[in-house]
């Protein structure tokens, strides 16, 4: 996949002024290709219109992969594969068997999720990301078109949208 | 859009901007560590020196070493690993339960919470792998992996068994949860470093680069693991005390066990976090952050925390002579007139009464006071669990073989080694990570700061 190199950014100082410049400029027809924050903004998702994450989908799928993989494990060790009578119990003392299972589930959620989550924002030690502006993890929101994706546009009228919203700054970014 | 409220002070104080936030935060990390953080850290690596002399005497001989009789075969090592494991609910509790709750103040604390809560079950679970006297055979007693020492696969009816997977489950669950907290953080001291650093924490940081999908996804998965944490952390105290409750030895087959555990972990882990956080906010000058507010809002917590272990204590006290049965009703007498009779107090005076002056508004919006009710806390706390396992122990069923118990230098040394385990690791988190959550201050700033306003 090639990338794309040319942007330009709205460089923006407030929270309140990114929502609505967001979706001022998306109301203006500009594809938006990325908004760069230095902490979460809620409700950006909406007005960017990205759809909910299926994470939790994930987290589910893979803790009930934990509690069946967990009383498998329990039943075939202590009733069929090496059954032992331990205090008078029942082989299969399903009571006994809950703590493991609740924390397997636990265990594999968590860490189920976690990976996907890893890998689908491809978030790995050496991911060497494209920075628009180092300020976007200091006190900036960083708003980036990408140039290609609005080639029916003219450059000076997606600046002045990006003024008009309220953006700080309007600069160019391009990339080798 | 934005709301200020006049009646709720403000999270952050001194009219910090974002950058401030920054800055404050990443300042420590990229300085050269102080003259006082020096002194602190060898005075802890001292400490772990000394100590792994008795961890490995205990190693190389075997835990002959430490006081324990054939009477009171339990004693300081489950004592330490319950005390460690208690200090360590607290960071779960503000980073996952306060989230839950949203608790907006938890932001400036819950990142150094958290790394006490690591910290702490790493000392916490030396104890139990101590106590094997051989741990390089360890896994075959603690994991299921099909062996010929004893029986063919562990005990899974066995209460210390799920304590292994509680435990385990508990701090890789943690230790994930903290470090995607850390990943912005990491990102914003890359992109003020240059040369080494900003390899070290490039690689760190993932290659966060703060994109609004990936926002939207590090929230949603910061909901779901504060929403798995919750019952963990409550799942593993409960486990702990299985440990004693299962079993049938009065003193410890309580059903109440469970929730007076859980009660009082977050009692003597929100003490520790006092502790570490009056010390954390003078030395890197973080007041604006971790404000007078906080510490009233933690004491509170202390005093609820508190009047629950109380009201424990006292419940016990009074089934034991309910239920009729003389062993339990003698178990209890004994604990508080019997030979360790001062243990007990010590531990009535320093958890039930002490918190209780919290009360006064004086008391606890003073920061000297509340870090000496924290250390004094931590230290009824300690003597809680040596109550509960030393004194239900020493009176055996037959008169004949009751004892007592006298700790060794090797027990001392043994606990003296996960301190120094523990501020060794404390510091360098303090020097070389960001302290506080900067991402998260700076989400609740704009409601909270003057400044930010504009």
């Keep these: 996949m090639e990338r794309d190199t040319h942007f330009i950014l709205g460089v923006y100082d407030d929270e309140d002024v990114l929502l609505h410049a967001v979706e001022k400029v998306r109301g203006s027809g500009v594809k938006i290709h990325e908004v760069y924050s230095p902490y979460p903004v809620h409700g950006l998702e909406h007005v960017l219109g990205y759809k909910r994450s299926k994470l939790p989908i994930a987290a589910f799928l893979f803790g009930m992969l934990g509690t069946s993989l967990a009383l498998t494990m329990q039943f075939y060790m202590m009733k069929f594969d090496w059954p032992m009578i331990i205090g008078g119990k029942d082989y299969a003392a399903f009571p006994d068997f809950i703590p493991v299972s609740f924390e397997m589930t636990v265990l594999l959620a968590a860490f189920g999720m976690v990976g996907v989550f890893l890998i689908t924002s491809n978030l790995k030690p050496w991911a060497q990301p494209r920075i628009f502006d180092l300020r976007s993890t200091d ?32 600069n160019k970014k391009s990339f080798d | 859009m934005q709301v200020t409220s006049s009646v709720r002070q403000p999270l952050v104080t001194g009219g910090k901007t974002y950058h401030d936030v920054t800055h404050d935060v990443s300042r420590q990390v990229e300085g050269k560590p102080t003259k006082l953080w020096f002194m602190a850290f060898l005075t802890a690596v001292g400490v772990l020196a000394l100590g792994s002399t008795a961890l490995l005497a205990t190693l190389w001989e075997g835990i002959g070493m430490w006081g324990l009789n054939k009477t009171v075969g339990w004693a300081w090592d489950i004592t330490n690993f319950v ?25 400036s604390i819950n990142r150094a919470a958290e790394a006490m809560t690591i910290f702490a079950v790493i000392c916490a679970a030396m104890f139990p792998v101590i106590h094997m006297g051989r741990p390089w055979l360890g896994a075959y007693w603690a994991l299921p992996l099909p062996n010929t020492y004893g029986s063919l696969w562990v005990n899974f009816n066995s209460p210390l068994l799920w304590d292994v997977f509680a435990i385990s489950t508990y701090f ?18 890359r992109d003020r470093a240059t040369g080494l650093r900003k390899i070290i924490y490039g690689a760190l940081s993932f290659g966060w680069d703060g994109a609004a999908k990936t926002w939207m996804r590090y929230e949603s998965v910061s909901l779901i693991l504060a929403g798995l944490a919750t019952p963990l952390v409550l799942s593993v105290h409960t486990i702990v005390s299985f440990d004693f409750a299962t079993s049938v030895i009065p003193g410890w087959h309580t059903t109440i066990f469970p929730p007076y555990f859980v009660a009082g972990a977050i009692f003597s882990g929100f003490a520790m976090v006092l502790t570490l956080m009056i010390i954390t906010r003078k030395v890197f000058k973080l007041e604006d952050y971790i404000t007078l507010g906080h510490i009233e809002l933690m004491n509170i917590v202390i005093i609820i925390t508190g009047s629950i272990v109380g009201i424990a204590y006292i419940t016990e006290f009074f089934i034991a002579w309910y ?26 005076t320093c958890n039930v009464i002490s918190p209780q002056l919290f009360w006064f508004k004086k008391i606890r919006t003073s920061i000297v006071a509340t870090f000496i009710l924290s250390l004094v806390v931590n230290i009824g706390m300690w003597f809680e669990r040596f109550v509960i396992i030393v004194t239900s122990l020493h009176r055996d069923y037959l008169p004949s073989s009751w004892a007592m118990f006298y700790p060794t230098w090797a027990d001392v040394g043994v606990y003296l080694f996960t301190f120094g385990l523990f501020f060794t690791l404390f510091f360098l988190f303090a020097k070389f990570f960001p302290v506080i959550n900067m991402a998260e201050v700076k ?4 409601s909270s700061s003057e400044k930010a306003h504009k």
């Design chain 2, 172 to 189: 890789s669950v943690s230790l994930v949860f903290w470090y995607i907290g850390l990943i912005p953080d990491f990102a914003t001291i």
């Design chain 2, 443 to 446: 989400s609740v700033l704009k």
């Design chain 2, 83 to 107: 005390w460690w494991v208690g200090i360590g609910h607290a960071g779960t509790l503000i980073s996952a339960v306060l989230l839950l709750f949203r608790q907006k103040w938890r932001t």
């Design chain 1, 139 to 170: 006190d900036k929101h960083i708003l980036a078109i990408d140039l290609a994706n609005n080639s029916s546009l003219e450059l000076e009228k997606i600046k002045k949208i990006l003024t008009d919203s309220g953006a700080t700054e309007v």
């Design chain 2, 323 to 348: 239920s009729g049965v003389e062993a339990e009703q003698y178990a209890f007498i004994n604990r508080a007139t019997g030979p360790y009779w001062w243990a007990y107090w010590s531990m009535m």
